[in-house]
Structures are given as structure tokens and as C-alpha cells.
């Protein structure tokens, strides 16, 4: 079966530190993967998404990037972290793009 | 902007009485939805979906009505229970594209 990793679950870092965010999907090949942020009370804003190693589709302008190093790596990085960065990220898979998506558990993200 | 949006943030009821969940979307071109439910902390699982050539999808206790003249969408918990307390989100896909998600219904199911 299908399983997605994503670490870690909680991270608080200070204005201007670098970020990296580590998912990995086990159980399937050449998965789509996307990056979701989801802001309090908020519904789930599409910041990345990936069809295949090296690449990488950007939704939104910002101070966030997205590395597919491997086939079921997924990495979402910043180099100086904004307090606007604050957030739940989520990591999701996909067979086919489109079609129903598998989230992980999340990191919680507070920049101070 | 987000095109699925919902007509009310918060919904409270009664353990075993049924819920109604809503969603608007905007898109005419959509043509697959999806109910996920998100419990505190944790991601969103999938509950039900439904292509547009649909009108109605029956799961486990779990109802999904689309109606794409007036584009709107619902999905119905029989005998609430309070496990089913989460944030339920509709998301509606283009022709393969992302999912697209609304802002989500906190559903609070009171013993």
C-alpha cells in the first residue's frame, strides 16, 4: 500500500532563517506531488505541484521553492523565512493529476 | 482566487441527527468533486466523490449531491456521530487539472 511521510510535524523558526520541508511517498512510482498551504480557518492554497523528477510548476509567486530530487522526494525550501510564511503545509500525491489526492499529516510552521 | 466557496462556515448538530454540508462552485467546466474530511492537525482524508455526469453518489453514511445547474454541491452525514466533528472541504477538478479547494465547514456534532 501506499504510504506518504512528510517531517517534520511542528517547526518554529525566527524571521530569516532557511526552511526545509521533507516529504517522501512509498508504495507507488512516478507519483504527482504537490505542496499545500493552508492558512487558519482557511482552505488549501496549491503552492507547488510535480509530475516528474526536476519538475517543478509554481502556482503562486512567493517566497517559497520546490525540489523533486528523487521520484518519491518532494522538498519544499525557503532561504530567509518571512513571518508571513506561518502556515500548515501539507504534502499530497497523486496517481494522475486530478484525481483524488492523498495527504500527509502536515508540518506546522511558525516563523517569530 | 479560489472558484469553490461555501455557504457556511461552521455547522453544529445533534449526535444522530443527519448533516448537510454545502458548496458553491463557480466553474461550469468542472467535471469531478471531491468531499475530503480534515480532523485537527492532521491532513484531509478522502470521503466521497463524484463526476459530473452524476447527480448523486452514495457511500457509507455518506451522501453527495450535484446539482450543475445552479452549481452546487452537498454532501449529507447520516446519523451524525462525534467522530465525524472535522473541516470538510469540497474540491472540484478542471478537465485533469489540480483540485481546487473551498474554505471548508467546521462540523461540531454535540453528545
Known amino acids: 500500500s501506499q504510504t506518504i511521510h512528510q517531517w517534520p510535524a511542528t517547526l518554529v523558526q525566527p524571521v530569516g532563517s532557511p526552511l526545509s520541508l521533507e516529504c517522501t511517498v512509498e508504495?507507488?512510482?512516478?507519483?504527482?506531488l504537490y505542496w499545500y498551504r493552508q492558512a487558519a480557518g482557511r482552505g488549501l492554497q496549491l503552492l507547488f505541484y510535480s509530475v516528474g523528477i526536476g519538475q517543478i510548476s509554481s502556482e503562486v509567486p512567493q517566497n517559497l521553492s520546490a525540489s523533486r530530487p528523487q521520484d518519491r522526494q518532494f522538498i519544499l525550501s525557503s532561504k530567509k523565512l518571512l513571518l508571513s510564511d506561518s502556515g500548515f503545509y501539507l504534502c499530497?500525491?497523486?496517481?494522475?493529476?486530478?484525481?483524488?489526492?492523498?495527504f500527509g499529516q502536515g508540518t506546522r510552521l511558525t516563523v517569530v | 482566487g479560489e472558484s469553490v466557496g461555501l455557504h457556511l462556515p461552521t455547522l453544529s448538530v445533534q449526535e444522530g441527527d443527519n448533516s448537510i454540508i454545502n458548496c458553491a462552485y463557480s466553474n461550469s467546466a468542472s467535471d469531478y468533486f471531491i468531499w475530503y474530511k480534515q480532523e485537527s492537525g492532521k491532513g484531509p482524508q478522502f470521503i466521497i466523490d463524484?463526476?459530473?455526469?452524476?447527480d448523486k453518489r452514495q457511500g457509507q453514511r455518506v451522501t453527495v449531491l450535484l446539482n450543475k445547474t445552479v452549481k452546487h454541491l452537498s454532501l449529507q452525514i447520516a446519523a451524525t456521530q462525534p467522530g465525524d466533528s472535522a473541516v470538510y472541504f469540497c474540491a472540484e477538478n478542471v478537465m485533469n487539472n489540480d483540485m481546487r479547494f473551498g474554505a471548508g465547514t467546521r462540523l461540531t456534532v454535540k453528545p
Open positions: 508504495g507507488t512510482s512516478n507519483p504527482n
Open positions: 499530497a500525491w497523486s496517481l494522475y493529476r486530478g484525481t483524488e489526492a492523498f
Open positions: 463524484i463526476r459530473s455526469n452524476m
